[in-house]
C-alpha cells in the first residue's frame, strides 16, 4: 500500500454518525425510542470533499505540516499533497485514476519520491494484480498477483518483490460471510507458514484478533474488543506478548454518535489522552494528544473542510 496517498483517519471518522451533529444517544438499537443507531461500517464522511489537515507536533503553534486530500463523489481519494513544516521545500505530490468507484487504476507521486502504482481488474471488476514502478521509469520494481473469489474478495496473493515474474512470499487469506478471518504469510514462499493473523466477529465487527508471530502454532498477541450496541469499541485490550494480561487498553467515550476521547494506558508507559472536536455535520475537525494525562497538549491536529454542497462562508 503507498502510505502517501491516504485518507484522513477513517477509524476515527467512522465513529462518527454522519446525522448533521445530532447529540443522540449511542445505546440504542435502530428503530428504538425513535432514535436511529449510529453508523459504524460502511460510512464515507469524504465524499466530495477536499480536506486539509494540519498537524502541530509539539503543540507550540509554529512549524506546522500539512496535507490536503480531495475526494470524488464516490468518497474516493483523487489527490494529496503533504508539505513538511520545516520549510516546505519537503513535500510530496500524487494523483490518482480510477477505474470505477472503489477501483484506484494508477497512482502517481512525485516531490520528495517519485514513483507509480498501476491496479488492473477482470471484468468484473476484481482486482488481479498492483504493481510499483519506482521513479515511474517504465519498470516495474515490484508485483502483487491476487486469486479472487466470486465476491472479490482476495483469497492469495503472490507478491514478487523484484519484479522478476517470481513469487518470493504468498499470503492466503481466509473469508466467512463477507468477513476476514485468517491471513497466513509464506515470507519466502518455501511452503511454510511464518505469520498468521485471525479473526472473529460479533454482529459484523472484529470481537478479537490473534496473532502467531513466527508461525508455530501458539498465539504470541491477542486484542480483544468491548462495543456497544452500535458496534463502537468502548474498549480495546491488546496482550503485546501473549501472557493473558493486556498490556495496552483504550476506553473510549461518546457524545451522542462520535468519538469524544480515548484514554491508553500501557504498561511502564504513562497515559495517553487523546480528545476530538466535530463540526455540525459531525466531521472530525480537531484532535488533541495529551501524553501523560496531565491536561497539557502535547500534539494538535485540525482538519478544515470544503465539501460539495456546504454553504458559501
Not at 505540516?65 to 520549510?87: K, P, Q, T
Not at 500524487?94 to 507521486?109: D, H, I
Request: aromatic residues 10%.
Amino acid at each position: 500500500m503507498s502510505p502517501p496517498l491516504r485518507a484522513l483517519p477513517l477509524a476515527l471518522a467512522l465513529l462518527a454518525c454522519g446525522k448533521g451533529g445530532d447529540d443522540t444517544s449511542s445505546g440504542a438499537p435502530d428503530g428504538e425510542d425513535g432514535e436511529e443507531a449510529c453508523a459504524v461500517e460502511p460510512y464515507s464522511p469524504v465524499a466530495g470533499c477536499l480536506v486539509v489537515h494540519a498537524l502541530d507536533f509539539d503543540a507550540d503553534g509554529r512549524l506546522l505540516d500539512y496535507d490536503s486530500s480531495w475526494y470524488d463523489e464516490n468518497g474516493d481519494l483523487i489527490s494529496f499533497d503533504a508539505r513538511n513544516g520545516e520549510d516546505y521545500t519537503d513535500w510530496i505530490a500524487c494523483t490518482r485514476t480510477l477505474a470505477g468507484p472503489g477501483m484506484p487504476a494508477s497512482e502517481r507521486c512525485v516531490g520528495r519520491a517519485t514513483y507509480t502504482y498501476t491496479w488492473t481488474y477482470d471484468a468484473s471488476g476484481h482486482l488481479v494484480s498492483r504493481s510499483y514502478d519506482t521513479g515511474s521509469d517504465g519498470t516495474l520494481d515490484k508485483v502483487w498477483t491476487y486469486t479472487t473469489d466470486g465476491d472479490g474478495h482476495a483469497i492469495h496473493e503472490d507478491i514478487d518483490t523484484d519484479a522478476d515474474g517470481i513469487a518470493d512470499s504468498t499470503v492466503d487469506y481466509t473469508w466467512a460471510e463477507g468477513l476476514l478471518i485468517l491471513e497466513a504469510w509464506d515470507y519466502d514462499n518455501d511452503g511454510a507458514i511464518d505469520f498468521t493473523r485471525a479473526w472473529t466477529h460479533e454482529g459484523g465487527q472484529i470481537a478479537t484478533e490473534a496473532t502467531d508471530k513466527d508461525g508455530d502454532g501458539t498465539i504470541d498477541a491477542t486484542v480483544s474488543f468491548t462495543r456497544n450496541a452500535d458496534g463502537q469499541p468502548l474498549i480495546r485490550d491488546e496482550d503485546a506478548d501473549g501472557d493473558g494480561e493486556a498490556d495496552i487498553s483504550t476506553s473510549y467515550a461518546y457524545v451522542g454518535c462520535n468519538l469524544e476521547s480515548a484514554l491508553t494506558t500501557e504498561v511502564d508507559s504513562a497515559p495517553q489522552r487523546d480528545s476530538y472536536r466535530y463540526d455540525s455535520e459531525g466531521r472530525l475537525i480537531g484532535h488533541t494528544a495529551d501524553f501523560g494525562d496531565n491536561g497539557e497538549a502535547d500534539s494538535v491536529d485540525t482538519w478544515t473542510w470544503s465539501c460539495a454542497g456546504d454553504e458559501a462562508p
